[in-house]
Each structure stands twice: as C-alpha cells, then as structure tokens.
C-alpha cells in the first residue's frame, strides 16, 4: 500500500490538503520515498513567532536559514513565509554557537562557504550563528523565488521598554546591500557579510541614503515575481522622506498589500503605491506621533490611481503613536473623493480619513460600494454624537438619489455605546430608505 502511494505523488497535492502538518511530519519518518514527497508540501507554508524574552528563540530560524542554504531547492516550495514578533523588550544576550552544533553545522554550510569563496573557519560560523535575527529573516527572503505571501510582522527595534521605535532596519539593509535592481535573485554574495557595520547604525549613512535617493528599505521584497501579497511594518524617522525613491518594479502578481506601524512621509508612500497597478485589497494603519505634520490623505488615493479599476478593499485607520497623546485637532486630512474607484466594494475607514467640514459621505462613497466601516477617531472623544458622526450619518441617509445603492451593511465603531434608543432609530431609518442594515460596535482604546 505504501509503495503505491509513493508511486503516484501527483495524488499528493489532493493527499495533502487533507493532513495537518504534524501527519505530514510523520509520514516523512515512514521512509525516505515519502520525506522526497511530502517535504515539499511541509515547506509550502512557514510560520514563526519570534519571542523576545526566551533565550534560544531564533534557534528555529536559524535552522531554516542552514537548511535552505544546505538545500536550495527546498526554498523553492515556500509559498508562505510569515514572521511575527511578540513579547517586546529587552533582547536576550546573544548565545554563541557550542562545539557540537558548530560541527554539526560546518556540515551543513560547507556549500556556502564554498561559493562564498571564504575559508571553512570555525569564526565564519560563529558569525552566521550570531547574525540578528532580522538578518537572517532577510537572507531566507532573498532565497525565496516562488513566494507568494510575505507577512513580516517586525518592527525595526526596540528601546528595552517594550516600545518600539523607528529606525532602518538590518532587513533593509541586507535587501539593500544584496538585490539585484530588477530581481530577487539567490544571495550568492555572502561575502558582503563578512563585516557587520550594516546602515542601520550610522546616523550620517541614514541622511546620506535619503539625500541620494536610495533609501530602499525592504521594499525590494515587491520584486519576487510570484508574490500575490505582502504584510510589513514601514517606520521611518518623520523629516523628509520625499526624495526621489528608486523604481520598485513590483510583480505583477501582487494583489494584496498591508502596511502595518506606518510612519512613513506622504510622498514616499504616494510614490511606493504609484508602482502598484493590480492591488485589489490594500489596508494601512498610520500612525502620527503628537509633533508630526498634518498628512496629506490625497496622497494615498492619488498614490492608488493606477488601481482604481481594481482596487476591491480599502481600509484606512489613522491612529496615534503614544495612547496618552490628547489629541485637539486631526493630524491628518482625509483622502478626497472615491468615486473613480470604480470596483471598490467596501471600505473600512476612521471617519476622518473619509470626511471633513468640507466633505461629506455623499461626495465621496463610489457607487459600487456594498460595506462600510466608518470608525470614530481619537479626535471624536470629546465630540458629541450628535455634533460629530451622528449627524454625518443623519445627513447621508437622507440624501436623494440614494448615492450608494449597492450598499447592503453600515458598521460603527464608537467609544462608548448610544443606548438603545439612539442606535435603534438610526438602524430603522437606514433600514426604511435605503434596506441597509446597520450595526455599532464599541472601540477599544
């Protein structure tokens, strides 16, 4: 029976959607036939959570890195790679590499080291042990020639508070140093890393790079030619971010894009999105910190132009850096009509980023939209409902013609709940004049 399934692997794709990764994991141990089938399927999607607070949190990354170099070609069966960090603080001091596992290792980088062209030394190994973890994240990335999704959910550092705090990131850096202009290629060039005095700890290296234009960060990471989406955290020091940015040459393949933490200057986001010409879904959480300038909201739509005939799903969320910051007045202005957005369904959206005293619902909602999630901004604290988003609300659904006619579902996300009475008589009129339903939901600080 078991010869059997081995002699027809193209039943495995079917096979495989069926198993969790644990009985994949044992049906590699049945015989070296069934580990060449079912490897391929175990590495298909890769998945970490980096642990600031115990010790040998990376070893599992770091194992990744030796069996991708050891085995290129099981790099090439990563559809998925997500990285996520939890428990900010202080780091754990680095642990240096054993005598056992450096033999057991010199075997398995002996390749590298060969096509690096480096002498087999027990230092160069210590070093790969001891690279940073975001190091080593970008170098698997550089290895992956067939992803199609990259979640990095990192933040650049952290101050030792458990607040993270915006700074180019050894991702970037490697990215940077590695790429190829059009390409993600192989990093065959390892030799580059044979000195650690990368960018990101050089203030002057910083203004140089924004000065020149190539402050490129991991936005290489937009050229894997199969790539359908990407997550990433994009923080950068808030001064002027506007400089000419190089050409990303994004894959066309990319349909999904999250910008998680961003921080990054109107014109550098305008110009990142610009080079996006298939997104359908693109969510983005910025965040302003109390001495920031007040964003310019015409750049995102401006920046998402070349996609309005596909763009499906637009989320936007303003949000502040520090909890504690009072917020007097919005930090941002809203991003100007939608209605040449022509396949947009639905939108997800701080009611600030939408509207203004100058811009209602009706001036800027396309007419193709089925959902919206209008949300209460920090600056709605000390609004009245009746002064600030009820009355928005009020005046949209009167309007005639109704402006949205596909809409079928309206969320609200306030501070503090109405009361039945309040949320009761809005749902019914919504109901009556338009047959939208309409729910409230309470935002978490």
């Known amino acids: 029976m078991i010869l059997s399934l081995v002699a027809v692997p193209e039943l ?27 490897e391929k399927y175990l590495y298909r999607r890769i998945s970490w959570a980096w642990n600031h607070s ?52 010199d075997v398995v980088v002996r390749s590298l080291i ?27 990335i550089l290895l992956l020639r067939n992803v199609e999704t990259l979640v990095i959910d990192m933040f650049h550092c952290d101050d030792e508070y458990a607040s993270p705090t915006q700074n180019f990131s050894p991702i970037g850096d490697v990215l940077r140093l590695v790429c190829e202009p059009h390409s993600i290629t192989r990093a065959t060039r390892f030799e580059r890393l044979k000195s650690f005095s990368w960018p990101s700890g050089d203030v002057d290296c910083f203004l140089g790079l ?3 234009g190539e402050v490129l960060d991991k936005l290489p ?41 961003t921080t990054v200057a109107e014109g550098f986001l305008k110009q990142l999105l610009s080079q996006m010409k298939n997104l359908e879904f693109f969510r983005l959480e910025l965040y302003r910190s109390s001495e920031a ?95 600030g988003l009820g009355s928005v609300l009020e005046e949209f659904v009167n309007l005639s013609p109704v402006q949205t006619p596909c809409l079928a579902e ?8 109405l009361g039945e009475q309040a949320e009761h008589d809005l749902k019914d009129k919504y109901r009556q004049s338009q047959g939208v339903e309409v729910s409230f939901f309470e935002l978490q600080y």
């Not at 001064?239 to 894009?257: F, G, H, I, K, Q």
């Not at 701080?350 to 800027?364: E, K, P, Q, R, Y």
């Not at 309206?410 to 709940?417: D, K, P, S, Y």
């Open 221 to 261: 990471i937009f050229r894997a030619p199969h790539l359908r989406e990407v997550s990433l955290k994009l923080s950068y020091s808030e001064p002027s971010l506007d400089a000419a940015m190089p050409t990303v040459s994004c894959s066309e393949s990319l349909t999904r894009l999250t910008l998680g933490y």
């Open 210 to 212: 924004i000065k020149s």
């Open 12 to 38: 495995w794709d079917t096979i495989a959607q069926c198993l969790a990764p644990t009985d994949l994991l044992h049906l590699s141990s049945v015989s070296r036939a069934f580990n060449a089938i079912t």
């Open 114 to 140: 060969q096509e690096a062209g480096l002498s087999p030394s027990e230092d160069w190994i210590n070093r790969l042990y001891d690279l940073e973890v975001e190091t080593i994240v970008a170098l698997i």
């Open 293 to 387: 300038y007040i964003f310019d909201g015409q750049s995102i739509s401006q920046g998402l132009m070349p996609c309005r005939e596909v763009l499906r799903h637009l989320t936007i969320h303003w949000e502040a850096c520090d909890d504690y910051i009072e917020v007097d007045a919005p930090s941002s202005t809203p991003l100007g009509s939608l209605k040449e957005f022509s396949a947009l369904e639905s939108i997800d959206a701080t009611s600030s980023a939408v509207i203004d005293d100058n811009l209602t619902l009706g001036d800027v909602l396309p007419v193709t939209l089925k959902s919206l999630v209008l949300r209460e901004g920090l600056y709605d604290i000390n609004v009245s409902w009746d002064e």
């Open 54 to 105: 115990e010790l040998d949190s990376s070893t599992p990354i770091q194992q990744l890195l030796l069996n991708l170099l050891h085995r290129p070609e099981l790099a090439s069966y990563i559809r998925e790679f997500s990285v996520h960090e939890i428990e900010y603080g202080p780091k754990p001091p680095a642990r240096h590499a054993a005598s056992n596992s450096l033999r057991d290792a």
């Open 410 to 417: 309206l969320w609200v996300g306030v501070w503090e709940l």
